[in-house]
């Protein structure tokens, strides 16, 4: 699947003079003490990229996770996707290409499907992406993942959550994820924006293990550059 995943981007991704439409850069500190596998206490530091360009679009994070009892861990996801199609209609914008590496110590997980933009009501957008999942430990899954943006008042509520289905290795999980955060920016006479506000986690049989239940609240400042 790692060959698949290489010659996609080799076949489909154009050189780098390639139109970009708009692009999202982005630092957060997280704290919570509720996390599950490890220590429960842990200190976040997530940098995020996200760009919509001629050929489609791209969101890729890195986390650098500091635990209390000092356990240090990075992981990162590149999720590239490759337009195929656009629609003029009241639900589908989109149709791509979805693909993305997830990288931890140790591992590299190569997911590759289809993806689409859906056209929702007060939704900045809500993307949807269907995956064949090809692991380096354990079997392979099919995941659904689903990520978005809504203002509500002036905060904004956004998100994603993985489905993953069970294995003969491991149980079927669901990491919902999303944040309620308050621009802070304006009041302070910055040019762009700073959230400060809080992360949910609740992820139901953390990395497929049965009965592994996070419910973890992380205090949340982002500032995007």
Known sequence: M???????LLLFLPPSHAEVVWSDVSASFLQGSDYQVGDNKRTVFTFEHA????????????????SNNGDRETYAEFSPRIKLSSYQNDIIDSVYIATTAEVGDGFTNYLVGLGT?????????????FYHKNNDFGDNAVQTTLSWALPVGPLMYDGFMDYVTS????????????????NIGDALNLKTKLYVGVEYVF????????????KNVNLLVKYHF
């Not at 790692?2 to 996609?8: E, H, R």
């Not at 290795?169 to 944040?179: A, C, E, R, V």
């Not at 992820?203 to 049965?210: L, P, V």
């Open 2 to 8: 790692q060959y698949i995943f290489l010659l996609l």
């Open 51 to 66: 760009a919509a360009y001629s050929w489609g679009d791209s969101f890729s994070f890195v986390d650098r996770l500091h």
């Open 117 to 129: 933009n859906l056209k929702i009501p007060q939704f900045i957008y809500f993307k949807a992406n």
């Open 167 to 182: 294995t003969d290795t491991s149980s079927s999980s669901m990491n919902l994820t999303s944040q309620l955060k308050y």
């Open 203 to 214: 992820w139901q049989n953390k990395f497929g293990i049965k009965g592994v239940d996070e």
